[in-house]
Nanobody, 122 residues
Framework: QVQLVESGGGLVQAGGSLRLSCAAS????????MGWFRQAPGKEREFVSS????????YYAHSVKGRFTISRDNAKNTVYLQMNSLKPEDTAVYYC???????????????WGQGTQVTVSS
């Protein structure tokens, strides 16, 4: 099993930027597709972005495409989410996830971090 620890959340004004980090430990990191999900108050958790093990393919939800960038450093066992042009509707708890895959019902993951709060003020 893999352990995931997120950091980098906080309070930012609309139009600002934040960079989330997720440090992984427990097993081979480079073989796992990683991703970010988020959950806003009163809403279901939703997919934000994912990246394959080698870092050569990235996927984004339509709502964040062009504003967020996912990347990974396999030497540091870390995945990042650079968030630019933040909007109040991006406010949510952001969760790092490992073993991300797409199924007929949507994008799912096997392992989760504890989450980090991102709040965007208007």
């Amino acid at each position: 099993q893999v352990q995931l620890v997120e950091s980098g959340g906080g309070l930012v004004q609309a139009g600002g930027s934040l960079r989330l980090s997720c440090a992984a430990s427990g097993r081979t990191f480079s073989t796992s597709a990683m991703g970010w999900f988020r959950q806003a108050p009163g809403k279901e958790r939703e997919f934000v972005s994912s990246i394959n093990g080698k870092g050569t393919s990235q996927y984004y939800a339509h709502s964040v495409k062009g504003r967020f960038t996912i990347s990974r450093d396999n030497a540091k066992n870390t995945v990042y989410l650079q968030m630019n042009s933040l909007k109040p509707e991006d406010t949510a708890v952001y969760y790092c996830a490992a073993d991300v895959r797409e199924t007929w019902s949507g994008v799912v993951a096997e392992n989760w971090g504890q989450g980090t709060q991102v709040t965007v003020s208007s």
